[in-house]
């Protein structure tokens, strides 16, 4: 079946410092990937997303790559900021079903200035 | 502006009441869902529909119910046979299309509280 792994938060990180939230996934064939961020209280944004392996995909500094080998999609951003404390999903789109979604548990990102 | 639109933000209920929230989109997807949160966790679908007067169960559908007779409305009711309805409930929809690019987008969410 499809599922999504992410890494167990919170992370905390200080002001300029480099992210990586870890994401690896379960799916047959090539599933689509999505990065969401949910602030306090709020629903969920898409942040980014990749349709198929080796895509990147980028938005306000985020950037994930579509790892077809190793089946992951991990989060990075070069330097983080105080207001992108948050919480972020790693989630995917089965093959079988297109509107289906599969999120992961989500990882609580905290930047300390 | 296009969007999607929950009422009311916050919900109040006493045990053994049913309870509606709504759920309004104007981007004229087809296909919408509800998902339902709870503190450090992550979403867990209990409806979707793909098309009007259509939709199919999710992975937590015991104890809601849910109706789709307008394209742009799908409104979710908790009934007293939900045993632990206290959570953040998140309404979704998509272009429906079934491409591999079909990206759901969020409304912003009614936290219920059941007292």
């Known amino acids: 079946g499809n599922s999504v792994t992410q890494m167990e938060g919170p992370v905390t990180l200080s002001e300029e410092a480099f992210l990586t939230i870890n994401c690896t996934y379960t799916?047959?064939?090539?599933?689509?990937l999505f990065w969401y961020v949910q602030y306090p209280g709020e629903g969920l944004q898409l942040l980014l997303k990749?349709?198929?392996?080796?895509d990147k995909g980028s938005n306000k500094g985020f950037e994930a790559t579509y790892r077809k080998e190793t089946t992951s999609f991990h989060l990075e951003k070069g330097s983080v900021q105080v207001s992108d404390s948050a919480v972020y999903f790693c989630?995917?789109?089965?093959?079988?079903?297109?509107?289906?979604?599969?999120f992961g548990s989500g990882t609580k990102l905290n930047v300390k200035p | 502006d296009g969007g999607i639109t929950q009422s009311p933000k916050y919900l109040f209920r006493k045990e053994g009441q049913n309870v509606t929230l709504s759920c309004e989109q104007n981007?004229?997807?087809?296909?919408m869902y509800w998902y339902r949160q709870d503190p450090g966790q992550g979403l867990r679908l209990i409806y979707y529909?793909?098309?009007?007067?259509?939709?199919q169960k999710g992975d937590i559908a015991e104890g809601y119910s849910v109706s789709r007779e307008k394209k742009e409305s799908f409104p979710l009711t908790v009934t007293s046979a939900q045993k632990n309805p206290t959570a953040f409930y998140l309404c979704?929809?998509?272009?429906?299309?079934?491409?591999?690019?079909?990206?759901?987008?969020f409304g912003p969410g009614t936290r219920l509280t059941v007292l």
């Open positions: 529909s793909q098309i009007v007067n259509d939709f």
């Open positions: 989630a995917l789109s089965g093959i079988e079903n297109f509107n289906k979604f599969y």
């Open positions: 799916a047959t064939g090539y599933p689509s």
């Open positions: 981007l004229n997807h087809d296909a």
């Open positions: 979704a929809s998509s272009i429906g299309a079934g491409g591999p690019a079909d990206t759901q987008y």
């Open positions: 990749a349709t198929k392996a080796d």
